[in-house]
Antibody
Framework: EVQLLESGGGLVQPGGSLRLSCAAS????????MSWVRQAPGKGLEWVSS????????FYIDSVKGRFTISRDTSKNTLYLQMNSLRAEDTAVYYC???????????WGQGTLVTVSS | EIVLTQSPATLSLSPGERATLSCRAS??????LAWFQQKPGQAPRLLIY???NRATGIPARFSGSGSGTDFTLTISSLEPEDSAVYYC?????????FGQGTKVEIK
């Protein structure tokens, strides 16, 4: 059974950093592309970043480029999102998403809440 | 960036009725479109991928159609558990984008 368990969210001051983790089970993350998608309180879904399984190439939405880094630890079967220079507008639930080989999210974690506030 | 515009914003229908949700892309995305269902407090669930393919375990009352710029999600006969927000998403180009969502209410 595929499971994605996010952790690492919390309250952080503007300008601070957090690292989100997504522990995957039931599949191997090196076999599929993976993404982070976020949802601000009461708002819609926003794709944040993806990591391609074949060459570890990474993709980001413009608003997080240079501040966020997606990565993986194959030995731990875990996906990460390092978030630096956090802003109030980064406040959201962050979902870890396993993608199909055609790049659609077929399994989603339950999400971890990041709150950026002083 | 490809903008996806969903309509209507809210759809209020009775059980057994047919729901038709629209998603229009600002430029052609061939058939690279998915539909997701999200219930309050839950993560999204993939319903349809590549415009018309039902994901594993999705009931046959959900169907998708369209290509190019205009897409439709149809729920043929609404069940009470279909009350949710539905999002479309494109994978044609970066950045991946979602529509703003259509809320389906069951009377």
């Amino acid at each position: 059974e595929v499971q994605l368990l996010e952790s690492g969210g919390g309250l952080v001051q503007p300008g601070g950093s957090l690292r989100l983790s997504c522990a995957a089970s039931g599949f191997t993350i090196t076999n599929y592309p993976m993404s982070w998608v976020r949802q601000a309180p009461g708002k819609g879904l926003e794709w944040v970043s993806s990591l391609r399984e074949t060459d570890s190439n990474t993709f980001y939405i413009d608003s997080v480029k240079g501040r966020f880094t997606i990565s993986r630890d194959t030995s731990k079967n875990t996906l990460y999102l390092q978030m630096n220079s956090l802003r109030a507008e980064d406040t959201a639930v962050y979902y870890c998403v396993k993608l199909t080989n055609t790049w659609f999210g077929d399994f989603w974690g339950q999400g971890t809440l990041v709150t950026v506030s002083s | 960036e490809i903008v996806l515009t969903q309509s209507p914003a809210t759809l209020s229908l009775s059980p057994g009725e047919r729901a038709t949700l629209s998603c229009r892309a600002s430029q052609t995305i061939t058939n690279y479109l998915a539909w997701f269902q999200q219930k309050p407090g839950q993560a999204p669930r993939l319903l349809i991928y590549d415009a018309s393919n039902r994901a594993t375990g999705i009931p046959a009352r959900f169907s998708g159609s369209g290509s190019g710029t205009d897409f439709t999600l149809t729920i043929s006969s609404l069940e009470p558990e279909d009350s949710a927000v539905y999002y479309c998403q494109q994978r044609n180009s970066w950045p991946r984008t979602f529509g703003q969502g259509t809320k389906v209410e069951i009377k």
